[in-house]
């Protein structure tokens, strides 16, 4: 996956060593990036100690919002495959004592998997 597919909002594997260096901020001390999603500018991360949603927002990006989810605060997830008509895909988490979930969409890609499959083997360990 390269520069099109971000621009047309589908995720791509991101490398971890730039998302680590990008992050060394604010990682904590001996935490670890091990796997990585880009979705147009916005990142999922997975550390192994926590979930990290990044939302880069405005034109230039410069304002970005971290949420830190720890995986035992994952009560669960689902994913919502894209249809003939409706084109977008839906990752879904829910963390404990919030009634609405986080969600992230996708445009129809296979790679809403990946990052599903990610995320259930960090939430089930």
């Known amino acids: ?15 971890i060593h730039s998302v680590s260096k990008e992050l060394e901020m604010i990682l904590a001390d001996h935490e ?17 100690k926590r979930l ?8 230039s990006g410069k304002k970005v919002e971290y949420h830190s989810i720890p995986y035992r605060s ?3 997830f689902s994913v919502e495959t894209a249809g003939t008509f409706d084109l977008d895909a839906e ?4 963390i404990s004592s919030t009634t609405e979930p986080v969600a ?10 990946d990052v599903q499959k990610a995320l259930a083997s960090y939430v089930l360990k």
């Open 74 to 76: 994952v009560t669960h």
């Open 32 to 48: 670890k990036v091990e796997k990585a999603f880009k979705l147009i500018r916005d990142l999922i991360v997975f550390t192994d």
């Open 104 to 113: 992230k969409q996708f445009k129809k890609d296979k790679n809403i998997y």
């Open 1 to 15: 996956m390269g520069f099109l597919d971000g621009i047309m909002g589908n995720a791509s594997e991101a490398d």
């Open 52 to 59: 990290i949603l990044i939302d880069k927002q405005g034109i």
């Open 91 to 94: 990752l879904k988490i829910w």
